[in-house]
């Protein structure tokens, strides 16, 4: 199949949604939308919509396989599994490890990319590693190992670079670590995403931060100090801040949807990424799991740790269900769901250029959706690999 149209009743463009209409699809890459019908195959969608593939830019694991497992062929079923989910681009995440285990992480999704490109494997594109740790401090550690707890090392990072093969795209530091604005901006220079998290800074911590290039907020609300009348604290940067995105977890246990409400409507849905920081778990039964160094209790949904903290630990979330869960809770329309799926986490980290969007050009990696946003279908390079 060289040259198709999808039919269905919207399109989720750049623009505007738009549609009824076609969509040409050439040898995997997006072509024009149209209202008159094409002559050449139709793939009819009539009564679906038609979305980007979803972008997940914080995620630890999935099928019972995690980055920390520095294991190129689990990061591969991570990415194959991730498919079922609407995911079709994502940033692998590490935690708090040693800078050793830091970097043999790194170095095997460098490996997997090789491995999914040389191997033709349908799987989530690999757009880039996001560091989760470990320049962090211990009041909001979540579970996050404070042994490995260190103030942002540039040499560090460039060894762990080095092991990537430059995948690295993002790294998350707590603001109150020494040298961190100077560390915000050398990456910065570098095009690397600064995200602050895990972290008790004061807001003029956070601001001096962003202020130094730093631009995303980790799992807003959660592991980091909250918002307070007199000390707007890190919540009140992730709210107020220009240009910053605010990552959430919308699975309806890290954040109450009326928090998530409040956040949308003081951050803007355009700078708003919703992530599912989902660990091994997810996917698999209830029962006994790790999080790193950690012990965790799968049930009702939720990933906590077995210690008298009984702290969330990640979540089991697929993004689709948080694209859902947003439009479910009345917290934004259909169009302003996907994008904060799609568009704006690949905004965030600098990957807009290769994902994200319904745009010629582009690899033709998109879902189809029910009306109420159910997930039907995936497609990678315009072949369908997920069908609900």
């Given amino acids: 199949m060289d040259t198709y149209a999808l039919k269905a009743d919207k399109f989720f463009l750049p623009g505007a949604p738009v549609g009824p209409g076609y969509l040409l699809i050439e040898d995997g890459i997006f072509g024009q939308f149209t209202t008159v019908e094409p002559a050449c195959e139709i793939v009819d969608y009539t009564g679906s919509w038609v979305a980007p593939g979803l972008v997940d830019t914080h995620i630890h694991g999935y099928l019972d396989h995690d980055i920390m497992d520095c294991d190129p062929d689990g990061v591969i079923e991570i990415a194959k599994g991730l498919l079922s989910n609407g995911v079709t681009s994502w940033l692998p995440t590490t935690l708090t490890a040693s800078i050793e285990q830091t970097g043999d992480a790194c170095e095997a999704v460098a490996d997997a990319v090789d491995g999914i490109d040389a191997n033709d494997i349908d799987a989530a594109r690999i757009q880039g590693i996001f560091l989760e740790g470990p320049f962090f401090t211990e009041k909001h550690k979540g579970a996050q190992n404070p042994s490995y707890f260190l103030d942002p090392d540039v040499d560090v990072f460039d060894e762990w670079q080095e092991h990537a093969r430059g995948w690295i795209a993002k790294i998350a530091i707590a603001p109150e670590r020494a040298g961190a604005p100077e560390f915000c901006s050398e990456m910065a220079d570098r095009g690397v995403h600064v995200a602050l998290g895990h972290s008790d800074a004061t807001y003029d911590q956070a601001l001096a931060c962003v202020n130094a290039g730093a631009d995303i907020f980790v799992h807003t609300y959660n592991g980091m100090r909250g918002l307070h009348h007199r000390e707007p604290g890190m919540v009140g940067a992730a709210m107020t801040t220009h240009g910053t995105y605010a990552e959430a977890i919308c699975d309806g246990h890290h ?32 029962g006994n799991y790790n999080l790193g ?20 630990a990640g979540s089991i979330l697929r993004l689709c269900e948080g694209l859902k869960n947003v439009f479910d809770w009345g917290i934004a329309t259909a169009e302003e769901a996907v994008r904060m799926a799609s568009e704006q986490p690949a905004r965030s980290c600098g990957i807009d250029d290769v994902c994200g969007y319904i745009r010629p050009g582009y690899n033709a990696d998109f879902i189809v959706l029910s009306k109420d946003l159910v997930l039907e279908e995936t497609y990678l390079g315009g072949r369908s690999v997920y069908k609900a």
Avoid at 271 to 281: E, G, K
Avoid at 293 to 312: C, Q, Y
């Fill in 255 to 286: 954040v109450n949807p009326i928090a998530a409400r409040a956040l949308v409507r003081a951050k803007g849905i355009d700078h708003m990424v919703l992530i599912t920081d989902c660990m091994r778990a997810g996917g698999m039964p209830e």
């Fill in 293 to 312: 160094d950690f012990p965790v209790i799968v049930k009702d949904g939720t990933a906590r740790l077995l210690d008298e903290s009984h702290s969330l």
